[in-house]
């Protein structure tokens, strides 16, 4: 069974430019997560979906970052525009109801 | 959000012997915790779950303590080997919010 898919693996960019990441969740998964990593910190909930619905994005930071789950599976997160302190690894995961989280790779972003 | 920390950011430990990571969780209303295994440039692999109706759990080479009195959770690897050199972190979840919170992480460097 594929895990958790997300794209790219590294992106590099100028700031003020925009990025998006995508993630493909496990099959049947219905929440899908997105988390922020900082370089030697524990990954930080950016927003989590429950099947399309975003069902809680306190913390993502609206006015750069947004997200979708149009369909209830894929889901895409874009920051416009990026800035300096943007640089972090982005992660999905996904679960089935109130089972365990499973992660992706994750995508590394620089911004320079 | 929640408070889930852990008591030490680096652990060395020689190859054979036991390791125990521990972790602090602030909010007494979790009632789900997961431990997940990071190695550099993946994702969170899970390693091994504990739900608050139990206080002891076992997987393989594995075992996870759960102190709900003074909000405490260990993680026990028995034999450490150089496979187990990681960061861990804890994270906790309230049942029906379904938010996975994290803690900072600890370093284990197993010495061959």
């Known amino acids: 069974e594929a895990g958790v898919v997300q794209s790219p693996r590294y992106k590099i960019i100028e700031k003020k430019q925009p990025v998006a990441f995508w993630c493909n969740p496990i099959s049947g998964h219905n929440t899908l997560y997105w988390y922020l990593q900082n370089l030697g910190q524990g990954p930080e909930l950016l927003i989590r979906?429950?099947?399309?619905?975003?069902?809680?994005d306190s913390q993502l930071p609206k006015d750069r970052f947004s997200a979708e789950r149009l369909k209830g599976v894929d889901s895409t997160l874009k920051i416009q525009p990026a800035e300096l302190g943007d640089s972090a690894v982005y992660l999905c995961?996904?679960?089935?109801?109130?089972?365990?989280?499973?992660f992706g790779q994750g995508t590394r972003l620089t911004v320079v | 959000g929640e408070s889930v920390g852990l008591h030490l950011p680096t652990l060395s430990v020689q190859e054979g012997d036991n390791s125990i990571i521990n972790c602090a969780y602030s909010n007494s209303a979790s009632d789900y915790f997961i431990w997940y295994k990071q190695e550099s440039g993946k994702g969170p692999q899970f390693i091994i779950d504990i739900r608050s109706n139990m206080d002891k759990r076992q997987g393989q080479r594995v075992t996870v303590l759960l102190n709900k009195t003074v909000k405490h959770l260990s993680l026990q690897i028995a034999a450490t080997q150089p496979g187990d050199s990681a960061v861990y972190f804890c994270?906790?979840?309230?049942?029906?919010?379904?938010?996975?919170?994290f803690g900072t992480g600890t370093r284990l460097t197993v010495i061959p």
């Open positions: 979906y429950e099947n399309e619905e975003a069902v809680d």
């Open positions: 995961a996904s679960s089935q109801g109130t089972a365990e989280a499973f």
């Open positions: 994270a906790e979840k309230v049942t029906g919010a379904n938010n996975l919170f």
